[in-house]
T-cell receptor, first 113, second 114 residues
């Protein structure tokens, strides 16, 4: 079972920031939060991950609450190409069987012109 | 550099036939995963290979499904006696090591069982 909860969908205007929420209230101390996205007819694509500190890369920022029970993925300037299903995934970054990804239903982000 | 490639991109087969799906991971990646994505089940893990270790087959839905990885590189997923419920997109992913954070996914093989 997926250990995260995401709203089914949201939209935002092109050029504006898209803030995608995720709840992971049962997260363990050694579990990371990962975000992947899947653009229509493509395989999933890694975006970012974090443990407890906020993270930023060229694609997005990840804000994790102090209690680590929720997080927000921020796309600072959404474009039409960011329209996709975004998956928030919690997993232990270690060895063997735990390295598989368990996908939930994700959130469908629609960026409108 | 080259990403994960999969072949064929589309496969239509008759119920009861066997099919083989191929995955070429990124060169040097020691971990390889198979997932499948169907309308009813979303994206689910099937099997995982890491180096020379025994594969984790915990996600295979039935004994009709098997996979191998030859020489630590190319992998083949075989489905015997295909059923209509096997229709899905089969995705392969690889990562540098099992502890590596990022999995790189291929474009998938769309399997349709008629």
């Amino acid at each position: 079972d997926a250990k995260t909860t995401q709203p089914p969908s949201m939209d935002c205007a092109e050029g504006r920031a898209a803030n995608l929420p995720c709840n992971h209230s049962t997260i363990s101390g050694n579990e990371y939060v990962y975000w992947y996205r899947q653009i229509h007819s493509q395989g999933p694509q890694y975006i970012i991950h974090g443990l407890k500190n906020n993270e930023t890369n060229e694609m997005a920022s990840l804000i994790i609450t102090e209690d680590r029970k929720s997080s927000t993925l921020i796309l600072p300037h959404a474009t039409l190409r960011d329209t996709a299903v975004y998956y928030c995934i919690v997993r232990v970054a270690s060895t063997g069987a735990n390295s598989k990804l368990t996908f939930g239903k994700g959130i469908t982000l629609s960026v409108r012109p | 550099g080259a990403g994960v490639s999969q072949s064929p991109s589309n496969k239509v087969t008759e119920k009861g036939k066997d099919v083989e799906l191929r995955c070429d991971p990124i060169s040097g990646h020691t971990a390889l995963y198979w997932y499948r994505q169907s309308l009813g089940q979303g994206l689910e893990f099937l099997i995982y290979f890491q180096g020379n270790s025994a594969p984790d087959k915990s996600g295979l839905p039935s004994d009709r499904f098997s996979a191998e990885r030859t020489g630590g590189s190319v992998s083949t997923l075989t489905i015997q006696r295909t059923q209509q419920e096997d229709s899905a997109v089969y995705l392969c992913a690889s990562s540098l090591t099992f502890a590596e954070y990022e999995q790189y996914f291929g474009p998938g093989t769309r399997l349709t069982v008629t």
